[in-house]
């Protein structure tokens, strides 16, 4: 046999390494000194059972030793020395019940742990939250999106579904269909929206689609050319003058166009 031919050394290196480096950060010793844990580590694979080596340890199929028990010995904290277990077997049983009893105290505390967390997953999903606001009113929607992050914008409810809101903007008009839980109570129907209202509004950067870009210039003042842009859901009074370099980057592939019919 020759491991080294096929790989074999070096993917058992790949797992032993870690070992070594663990033991070194344990026993808060420096990298350089890991052959010291070496006798360690070759006596934990000598004498560990393999289900490839039919549950036998390699101590056992090459050198015809028994395999040690790991009840042989303990270490008793208390003294600080290393009992041999097969010399005094009482020993064995009182530690297997201090050891159960340790086991049960902490599937205990593991169990009501968990059951606390199920009983406070209850409350937060009893029953659904009811809405405080109805047909007409006005509400804040949280929108996040690529540009604007987490924004509320002012809208008002005109149809009210099972599970949803449709809601319509306050300067476009556009309607949207919005889940409950996105929409928090503004104000209600009576409320008059003034043109410092639409003003906020609007300054909340609102996200336009291009309608038509109907005319182009060049101004002498940005040395640019612009385009005069239909904004779709505004009047055509609202039309206005965007640079073609800015329309470029949302826009590229109509921009484009326009370029070249002009």
């Not at 015809?64 to 009482?90: G, H, N, W, Y």
């Not at 008009?173 to 929206?193: F, I, M, N, P, W």
């Amino acid at each position: 046999m020759s491991p080294w031919i096929n790989g074999g050394i070096e993917r058992l290196n790949r797992d032993v390494i870690p070992v070594l480096r663990a033991m070194c950060l344990e026993y808060g010793k420096d990298i350089r000194e890991w052959t010291m844990f070496v006798p360690l580590l070759r006596a934990s694979i000598n004498h560990t059972p393999l289900p490839s080596l039919a549950n036998k340890a390699p101590v056992e199929l090459f050198c015809a030793l028994p395999l040690p028990s790991p009840l042989d010995f303990c270490v008793d904290m208390e003294q600080r020395k290393i009992l041999e277990m097969t010399k005094q077997p009482e020993l064995i049983e009182v530690r297997h019940r201090d050891l159960q009893a340790i086991v049960y105290q902490m599937h205990k505390e593991v169990a009501e742990d968990r059951d606390q967390q199920m009983e406070r997953n209850k409350k937060g999903h009893n029953g659904a939250k009811k809405v405080n606001f109805s047909l007409g009113d006005f509400v804040l929607r949280s929108r996040v999106d690529q540009k604007h992050q987490d924004k509320l914008l002012v809208y008002q409810i005109v149809r009210a579904d099972v599970h949803s809101f449709v809601v319509r903007h306050l300067i476009t008009g556009a309607e949207t269909d919005v889940h409950a839980s996105r929409l928090k109570y503004y104000a209600d129907k009576s409320y008059q929206v003034t043109e410092e209202v639409l003003e906020h509004v609007a300054s909340q950067g609102i996200v336009l689609a291009v309608d038509e870009l109907k005319e182009h210039r060049w101004c002498t003042a940005k040395k640019g050319c612009e385009i005069l842009v239909s904004w779709r859901g505004l009047e055509p009074i609202e039309d206005s003058w965007e640079p073609l370099q800015s329309l470029g980057k949302d826009i590229p592939v109509l921009s484009v166009s326009e370029t070249r019919d002009s």
